[in-house]
């Protein structure tokens, strides 16, 4: 079992539709969890962290936190076709002392396209 | 957040050559960390930059192979040593101050 996996791509949705990235991770003592964007050709931008079970809003952003059933998705409202890249969700390592301690790791990445 | 500045941003090298990844952050960070993302994939760490101390590297990558340095908390090094062509890949450095990561834009890296 991957450690974070995210949901199959590639997503397509249309233009101002409702855009659901998710993720699952298998370390149940992450305490940290994040969602990188990254165009074609750049490097991953931070856009959402949450660290506390239920909804953090942001602008069109959403990210919705379920540690019970180790979960977490990124919702994206009003979708338009700048919003098209490839996601990531990114778990952080969360037992002090412990080797995955403050350590990244990420999922496999869902391209999301944006049609007009 | 920090703003991170890698040099070089791309280079071509020969095989059997060595390369140097210098990664500069705006801000002191206590954490900095070096990854690799090869084409389509997600990033893969290589190794914690610890300062003052040795890098702690992940399964699969080794000193000899990815010397680190980290002289303060605002710098840091990455050499790519006796490169083959499967080192080609693009070379990320991150930091940050408590929970949150900041990546550079990357060291893309074709070894001929």
């Known amino acids: 079992q991957k450690e974070v996996e995210q949901n199959s791509g590639p997503l397509s949705v249309p233009e101002g539709a409702i855009a659901s990235l998710n993720c699952t991770y298998s370390d149940r003592v992450s305490q940290s969890f994040f969602w990188y964007r990254q165009y074609s050709g750049k490097s991953p931008e931070l856009i959402m962290s949450i660290y506390s079970n239920g909804d953090k809003e942001d602008g069109r952003f959403t990210a919705q936190l379920n540690k019970a059933s180790q979960y977490v998705s990124l919702l994206i409202r009003d979708s338009q076709p700048s919003d098209s890249a490839t996601y990531l969700c990114?778990?952080?390592?969360?037992?002090?002392?412990?080797?995955?301690?403050?350590?990244?790791?990420f999922g496999q990445g869902t391209i999301l396209t944006v049609h007009p | 957040s920090a703003v991170i500045s890698q040099k070089p941003s791309r280079d071509i090298c020969q095989r059997g050559t060595s390369l140097t990844i210098q990664c500069q952050v705006d801000s002191q960070v206590t954490m900095m960390f070096w990854y690799r993302q090869q084409p389509g994939q997600s990033l893969t760490l290589i190794a914690t930059?610890?300062?003052?101390?040795?890098?702690?590297?992940e399964s699969g990558f080794v000193i000899d192979k990815f010397p680190i340095s980290r002289p303060n908390l605002t710098f840091s090094t990455l050499t790519v040593s006796n490169m083959s062509p499967e080192d080609s890949s693009i070379y990320l450095c991150?930091?940050?101050?408590?929970?949150?990561?900041?990546f550079g834009p990357g060291t893309r890296l074709t070894v001929t």
């Open positions: 930059a610890n300062q003052g101390s040795e890098a702690t590297y």
């Open positions: 991150s930091g940050g101050q408590g929970h949150e990561q900041y």
């Open positions: 990114a778990v952080k390592g969360g037992k002090a002392g412990g080797t995955s301690y403050g350590k990244l790791t």
